[in-house]
């Protein structure tokens, strides 16, 4: 059985840090495009950052500069560094594993920016 366990999320000031971890189990993420997703209350899922399995990435607009993707196969786990966090960061948090026609989700970790 799959699954991504995603962990990290919380309550943050404006302009403070978090740090996702998405853990990894019944696959080996190496090969897979990971990726974390967002989804605010009443907005669509929207896509934040993805990681190739060759270590590529790439970033919604709205969080190039301030938030960082990173993975570690060895320990089979996907992280998004977080920093300088504004209200409109505040979402559940979601991860995302991708090969081919295989696609698995976490269950989401919430995270929210307020003073």
């Known amino acids: 059985q799959v699954q991504l366990v995603e962990s990290g999320g919380g309550l943050v000031q404006p302009g403070g840090s978090l740090r996702l971890s998405c853990a990894a189990s019944?696959?080996?993420?190496?090969?897979?495009?990971m990726a974390w997703y967002r989804q605010a209350p009443d907005k669509q899922r929207e896509l934040v950052a993805t990681?190739?399995?060759?270590?590529?990435?790439n970033y919604a607009d709205s969080v190039k500069g301030r938030f960082d993707i990173s993975r570690n196969n060895a320990q089979n786990t996907v992280y998004l560094q977080m920093n300088s966090l504004a209200p409109d960061d505040t979402a559940v948090y979601y991860c995302?594993?991708?090969?081919?026609?295989?696609?698995?989700w976490g269950q989401g970790t919430q995270v929210t920016v307020s003073s």
């Open positions: 990681i190739t399995n060759l270590g590529r990435t």
């Open positions: 019944g696959i080996a993420i190496g090969s897979y495009t």
């Open positions: 995302k594993a991708n090969l081919a026609f295989r696609t698995y």
